[in-house]
């Protein structure tokens, strides 16, 4: 039983995460990932570079535009689905990915980031106006 449970948890490690890497926000948000020390790698993709590979049959316009990530399986997800398993990767998050298991949350949780994708570039507008010297740097 141990090992079926850690089999299917290794099969939900995270491989990549798509990220729009020059959107001062999204930068800050990656950076804090990155330094949570997830259980197994992950490759973070900055989409926003012109030499980045894409996944098959996706645009970068499609990845800039939403939070995408690609399990080891080879599923995409975006938005809160793909939020909801980055946190299940990494220490100090996971209580957020054990609230989306809550009956009706990841619909709420995917209602609240479409709400916010639109007031993102005036975000990233005021982010960048007076914050500059708190971003991370543009890998």
Not at 60 to 80: C, D, I, V, Y
């Amino acid at each position: 039983m141990v090992a079926e449970f850690q089999q299917a948890e290794s099969q939900a490690q995270c491989a990549q995460v798509y990220f729009d890497g020059s959107c001062p926000l999204c930068r800050r948000e990656i950076a804090v990932y990155q330094n949570a020390k997830p259980d197994q790698p992950i490759v973070w993709v900055d989409v926003s570079k012109p030499e980045t590979q894409l996944p098959e049959g996706q645009s970068k316009e499609k990845l800039m535009a939403r939070f995408h990530t690609q399990t080891a399986q080879g599923e995409l997800l975006s938005g809160a689905a793909a939020f909801v398993h980055v946190w299940a990767q990494l220490p100090g998050w996971r209580v957020l990915a054990w609230l989306a298991k809550v009956p009706g949350m990841l619909w709420v949780m995917e209602k609240a980031y479409k709400g916010f994708l639109p007031l993102r570039p005036a975000i990233q507008r005021f982010v960048l106006k007076f914050d500059k010297g708190h971003l991370p740097p543009q890998k």
